[in-house]
């Protein structure tokens, strides 16, 4: 079992930036690894980002390289997703996820993060 807590989303103008943060318990966090989705209205879950359980390879959905950065504390169960460079069409709901036996198998609520142009 995997409990995941999301937060440090809001509402931002376009260029500006946030950090997400995504709190886990339960199955030692290092063992795993990590993902971002967001989901706008109307449209398909996309993955946003992941990480490996060192933090040693990433990945980037390619509308998002450059701007955003995905990173882990494994002393503190900890995910981040900096978001910089913000444009309305990031504006969607962000969820964290855990990666286990190859299935994202555990969810968070979600954090709003809001665009304005």
């Known amino acids: 079992q995997v409990q995941l807590v999301e937060s440090g989303g809001g509402l931002v103008q376009a260029g500006g930036s946030l950090r997400l943060s995504c709190a886990a318990s339960?199955?030692?966090?290092?063992?795993?690894?990590m993902g971002w989705f967001r989901q706008a209205p109307g449209k398909e879950r996309e993955i946003v980002a992941r990480?490996?359980?060192?933090?040693?390879?990433?990945y980037y959905v390619d509308s998002v390289k450059g701007r955003f950065t995905i990173s882990r504390d494994n002393a503190k169960n900890t995910v981040y997703l900096q978001l910089n460079s913000l444009k309305p069409e990031d504006t969607a709901t962000y969820y964290c996820?855990?990666?286990?036996?190859?299935?994202?198998?555990?969810w968070g609520q979600g954090t709003q993060v809001t665009v304005s142009s």
């Open positions: 990480i490996t359980w060192s933090g040693g390879t990433t």
């Open positions: 996820a855990a990666l286990i036996r190859n299935d994202f198998k555990y």
């Open positions: 339960g199955r030692p966090f290092s063992t795993y690894t």
